[in-house]
T-cell receptor, first 110, second 113 residues
């Protein structure tokens, strides 16, 4: 079983819609969860970081962690064309590395 | 510079040739990582350096891959006798010791023909 699973399907939404992305992870001992955003032909950049269950908001972005279900989510409100990118979930597995999901390519259509 | 710097940004090489990819981490960052990102795949961990400790090489896919870090700063990833399946983006990242968040460079896009 992979440490983190992210259904890599692309997602197209109209501008202004809510984007919902999610990942599952395998080990309940994991404590640190991140979302990275990657624009085309660029390196991933950290978008959100959380280490506890519940919600964390940053502007139009909300990261949600449900440790009982081993499920993490990212919501983007009022999506903009500039949000078009690939979003990768990542988990600190405690072995000096981050384990990444495969990423979701999001396209926001004006 | 302010961020992680990688070179070359693009490399096309013939099958069987050796390639070297370079990474210059953020100043003061003692931890350095190499990841590989293939088309349609997530980021695959390759190797981790932390200060003067022995590197964690557990992610290197074969003995054709090696990496070194000189003087605790610049790192070089070497791929010997390249194969077509080595075609990918090689991403370097760095972080402060003990930090969970890591900062990536733009990547080196390798194409083996």
């Amino acid at each position: 079983q992979k440490e983190v699973e992210q259904d890599p399907g692309p997602l197209s939404v109209p501008e202004g819609a809510i984007v919902s992305l999610n990942c599952t992870y395998s080990n309940s001992a994991f404590q640190y969860f991140m979302w990275y955003r990657q624009y085309s032909r660029k390196g991933p950049e950290l978008l959100m970081y959380t280490y506890s269950s519940g919600n964390k908001e940053d502007g139009r972005f909300t990261a949600q962690v449900d440790k009982s279900s081993k499920y993490i989510s990212l919501f983007i409100r009022d999506s903009q064309p500039s949000d078009s990118a690939t979003y990768l979930c990542a988990i600190d597995n405690g072995n000096n590395r981050l384990a990444f999901g495969k990423g979701n390519q999001v396209v926001v259509i004006p | 510079g302010a961020g992680v710097s990688q070179s070359p940004s693009n490399k096309v090489t013939e099958k069987g040739k050796d390639v070297e990819l370079r990474c210059d981490p953020i100043s003061g960052h003692t931890a350095l990582y190499w990841y590989r990102q293939s088309l349609g795949q997530g980021l695959e961990f390759l190797i981790y350096f932390q200060g003067n400790s022995a590197p964690d090489k557990s992610g290197l896919p074969s003995d054709r891959f090696s990496a070194e870090r000189t003087g605790g700063s610049v790192s070089t990833l070497t791929i010997q006798r390249t194969q077509q399946e080595d075609s990918a983006v090689y991403l370097c990242a760095s972080s402060l010791a003990g930090e969970n968040t890591i900062y990536f460079g733009e990547g080196s896009w390798l194409t083996v023909v």
